[in-house]
């Protein structure tokens, strides 16, 4: 780390003083992998963490005492860690702003601790303590220029010693330095891509400039000129002592808008420095900018003048500069020629997303093959850097040879395309010759809406205590590579029997080159080998990383053709192996692409579903439709290729798969079935092919995974009537209400539950779960639930509050309060379905009271400010109740600051349930006159008869109430009239709908108390609609009709009575 921060950071002290890091990229970078090594440190090496250092780490902090919380004691602005070491003092001390911590430990939970503020507080240690590992281990440590022998003494005097603390002092001194070589490397990568300045280069930009500079308006600067007129024999103006920095020169232009810039160019950019020091002929050297490419982007940045005056110009300033030959790149070093082993220097930058980025932007002419990542793992997507780190020279050799030696199987490979075969085959790098396809269809990926999508975990691997596993799978390494036929299956027995669920062991076939092999070995003609190759395939690729790889060095195509083997083994292997490696995307795109959905759909088709005894053919058969039922599993998570399942007949095989008693292929099959439950195609053929009575009777089996996929279909297949219907009629309620007893497991709680909502839509199933005492079950359940199983509970129970007599048992049973208490939460789904909850118990005023007690109404109020447009329309829907049932509800409503003016707002809003809602709550604040009056001054009347030209059943129905008592205030009638509402409310009267004719009616009628609204009315033919009404069996409908006609009528008399006398 000392070596890393002495060359490969930048430093902006210039000269003299002390020197401060600046977060450039490369610097961010390194600080960014210094504190990932420093917060895993502790989980990693908890042993070495807990080491107190020689001296403390101390520095400046921007951290105060409030964010330290348990494990310390703070006593006013002094913070210390209970932690402390042997001589009794605190690990981690802080006064005033000065911060001292003697241990990793608490170096990693004080990272934790500063969250946002970690880059800063690691950046403000550093630059404290330039030499960290002095402070750590002790001067004897420190970082030593050129050759350095302390690393052989050091082994020296352990061997002699036998001290533990040497020991460990030696344990924490190679971590350090392991960090420390990553840390250079990356530099390296980094410096390797920035494009190097000359004074060529830059002699030729200042020319340019100077030609279109001057007093003008049309010039683009005042002017540009050299601080020094001299000029050194390699085109330097800058004084030697500042060309050892890489400085250039240094310039003061003077553009037509800023003051003076004084500006440093150097080999890495262009940047400002501190300008003239005064009383002195020099400079302050020190950087006060970020760097820049060139002049010309320096200034773009600086002077919005001198860009507005360049793209006056007839000549092209905006173009890159046409000097690239001149620009001098940075030679890197090769690992070989300075001696270091290769696979210390064999890294790839940690953060691939940002390479891509930079390297698609800055692409240079530097040598490829001195950065690049060994071929063997080029095409994996996996970086060299997660491979082992040897430090022994001995194991480093070893290894190197074994790599090196001829990858040779002596097998028969199979050769269709040619017909040629060799006794003994060469083995290829399996990604240059399999992986066609893999970019094939690259829009395809948009379409599958990925749950579980994972990302390979790429671990740092830099424990130097490997386990004896990894040497032994070295070792078979080279006989797996070489050897005959039965050398081969012996060494594949012998890895077998080695932990393969251990990730070491894992990684070993990886590092060794082993994975390829293996791959290789499927594609020959050698049944034991095939199978040997796959038993350690199976195991391997639960590791996300190997699942990876196999998928990028051709695997799954050649797991894909050995489905067509008559090997019943060889399929039930090859599937298995899919259904692990096949849980991301890509990887499911290539099974679908290579025919692999049509043949695993082939593995279902079996004559012994359904039979209680099997002989040993049907229990073969029956193991090949598991392993097939577990790679769909795993492929149905994309949406083609849950198409693909259905258009190969797989739905009414797995639903006769269904109908089985075994809990083993059961379980596959109805995981299969709730992933593509998503669409409605298969909702119909579950419903239509009676598996309903099947997945209601699997509630009811033993095994709790079971129970979870079957709840999981209910849950998705119970959105259509039908389906819900055919639960109750099979008895499927009662087990759901009896699984919410096991509130241990929360996945098949989340599960249940879901399926107790969707069921609990139809009226009929409420009164059963009532019956089953499920409401209850489900108010003892929301406290202490994640967010998912909180989102169905509060769906149930919103669905169930439609019943009055259930309000009331969720009254009695406590209910109310924690519900209220939800609204707090910011889950939009679960602010959704409590909102509708706490809305429905609100219609009962007993419930009211508790709500209001709880000021659950001003929550539900500012939840209108919710972005969420269904949060906000949902709160509104619930604030309807609440003021139906409050007390005095007038006073209630304005007690809220500002919650008036906020409603009448979302009037503007262009989401239609958003508005009926609204306008819904409208209705109810209107029926009290001072709050009529506040929303009139809000410019409630504009907004609502904007919204009259619609065609929305349901937002006309709310708008014409609102309009309706809206009018009994001032001169609300004239207003409405003014702003064209009238004549759209008379279209309304066409509807089909009953509840808009009645709303209709009644704003008609109060619309009608003006004579200019009577005369639109008739001019638009209200008459003629309005006495079809009169004739209606609703009374309110019939009197508002009459009442309109009336006062039509009564205007009409007296104009003419006015008009004939």
Known sequence: MGVALARAAQWTAAGSGTGTLEITPLNESLLNQIIKFVEDFSARHPREAAFVFREPLEWKTRLGCSVFEEGYEINEATVQSEAKGKDGQPLLLLTASTLRVRSFDQLSCLLQIAMEEKLKEAQACLEANRDPIVKILGPEYGTVEGEDMFMLNLLDKVKKDDDPETEMKMKIFLLLHQLDLQLLNNSLKHISQDVRLNPAAINNEVNLLKNFSGKGEDTVLESLEYTSDYTFSNGCRAPPWRQVHGEICYLVIKPHDTDPLYVTCSTAGVFLNGGELKGKDDIDYERKSDVYKDIVTFLRERSPRFVESMSKQEYIFFKEPTYEKNYQHMEVVDP?????????????????????????????????????????????????????????????????????????VSLQIKKKASGMSSESVKIQPASKCKTSGRFEDISESSSETEEDEEQPVRHQEGNTDLPSEYWGIQKLAKYLKGGNPTATVIALCSMKDFNLAQETCQLAIRDTGCLEVLINLLDTEEIKCQIGSLKILKEISQNTLIRHAIAYLGGLQIMVKILDSPDKVLKCLAAETIANVARFKEARRTVRQHGGIKRLVGLLECVSVGSISLTPYQAKDTEIARCGALALWSCSKSIKNKEAIRKAGGIPLLARWLKCSRANILTPVVGTLQECASEPSYRLAIRTEGMIENLVKNLSSDHEELQMHCASAIFKCAEDKETRDLVRQHGGLQPLSVLLGNSENKQLLAAVTGAIWKCAISGENVSKFREYKAIEALVGLLTDQPEEVLVNIVGALGECCQEPINRTIIRKCGGIPPLVKLLTRTDQALLVNVTKAVGACAREPENMMIIDRLDGVRLLWSLLKNPNPDVQASAAWAICPCIENAKDAGEMVRSFVGGLELIVNLLKSKNKEVLASVCAAITNIAKDEENLAVITDHGVIPLLSKLANTNNDKLRRHLAEAISHCCMWGSNRVTFGETKAVAPLVRYLKSNDPSVHRATAQALYQLSEDPNNCITMHENGVVKLLLAMVGSTDETLQEAAAGCIANIRRLALATEKAKYG
């Open 336 to 408: 070989k020629v300075s001696g270091q082993s290769q696979n210390l220097y064999d890294f790839t930058e940690k953060n691939v997303c940002e390479k891509a980025k930079s390297s698609a932007t800055r692409r240079r002419s530097i040598d490829k093959k001195k950065l690049e990542p060994s071929m063997k793992w080029k095409n994996t997507g996996l970086s060299a850097s997660h491979r082992t780190k040897y430090f022994s020279d001995k194991a480093a050799k070893k290894g190197t040879e074994e790599e090196g030696r001829s990858s040779t």
